[in-house]
């Protein structure tokens, strides 16, 4: 899954693909690199974030999803909203991609059902704004797997085929850098629960933090090597920058295994 942000302030490549055109011309670069998957946001979710207007999210979406999924491109939509979910599978995309699990808005559970989309749910404590505050992990991958299990159950209950669910630990919100490790090799306890498990660690703070690299576009040789990891420990889905080098590093990876 490709990342291509269309913001001001995300917190690796904000305001580079503010041009829709730019946005569409990344996107397919990163299809031809071996990307499945291109994942367009609209709205940055980084720890201090505040939020955007449903107006201006879809502003900056909806020519980039057209553009995209004209091109035969499989988009994912990165929005908490239903209304931009809905206006983003109404232009093409197939996937939504909440940060939320379906919860910061009551209608986007009944509309990804009505729809019959894919959907990623993702382990979340608070909210950008407050730095995802919340009470301690005792065994924060048995918390986390226990949270997506249940909303899991609860998307089957009100009408998501189980196929079209996938799982998301939330690496980067509100959790410690050990803590973040542990989810990364816990991905096959995640995935335990018989949905895929996508993980998404590129250029993340942590990894910061771990190797003292500040600029989060110097950390893709980390992310890449994250990458790889997330995959030998289950994950079936990673979220990356750097598309062609996380190819040739899964490529090598699975020659080897």
């Known amino acids: 899954m490709a990342i291509v942000n269309v913001t001001p302030d995300s917190f690796s490549d ?11 011309y990344d996107g397919l670069r990163f299809v031809s690199a071996g990307a499945d998957i291109v994942d367009v946001g609209g709205e940055s979710t980084r720890p201090g974030s505040q939020p955007t207007s449903p107006d201006e999210e879809l502003r900056r ?9 004209r091109q035969g491109v499989c988009v994912s939509i990165d929005t908490r909203r239903a209304a931009v979910a809905r206006a983003a599978l109404d232009a093409g ?7 939320s699990a379906l919860r910061d808005d009551e209608e986007m559970l009944p509309l990804v059902a009505a729809r019959d989309a894919d959907v990623v749910l993702m382990h979340r404590r608070g909210l950008p704004e407050n730095t995802f505050a919340g009470p301690p992990y005792v065994d924060v991958v ?8 249940e909303r899991a159950a609860a998307c089957q209950a009100a009408g998501v085929k189980r196929e079209r669910i996938a799982l998301d630990p939330g690496i980067g919100f509100g959790k410690s850098v050990a803590q973040e490790l542990e989810l990364i090799a816990g991905a096959g306890r995640l995935g335990g629960t018989g949905y895929p498990v996508l993980v998404g660690c590129s250029r993340k703070s942590f990894i910061g933090k771990l190797t003292g690299i500040r600029e989060p576009r110097d950390r893709d040789p980390a992310s890449v090597w994250l990458a790889v990891e997330a995959t030998r420990r289950g994950a079936a ?4 920058h750097d598309v062609a080098g996380t190819q040739q590093a899964l490529a090598v990876s699975s020659a080897m295994r």
Do not use: C, S, W
């Open 93 to 99: 995309a197939r996937i939504v991609n909440d940060v």
């Open 14 to 24: 904000g305001g580079e693909r503010l041009d829709p055109a730019r946005a569409i």
């Open 142 to 149: 048995e918390e986390v797997r226990r949270f997506l299990f």
């Open 237 to 240: 889905i990673v979220r990356v």
């Open 61 to 69: 979406i909806l020519p980039v999803v057209e553009g995209l999924a």
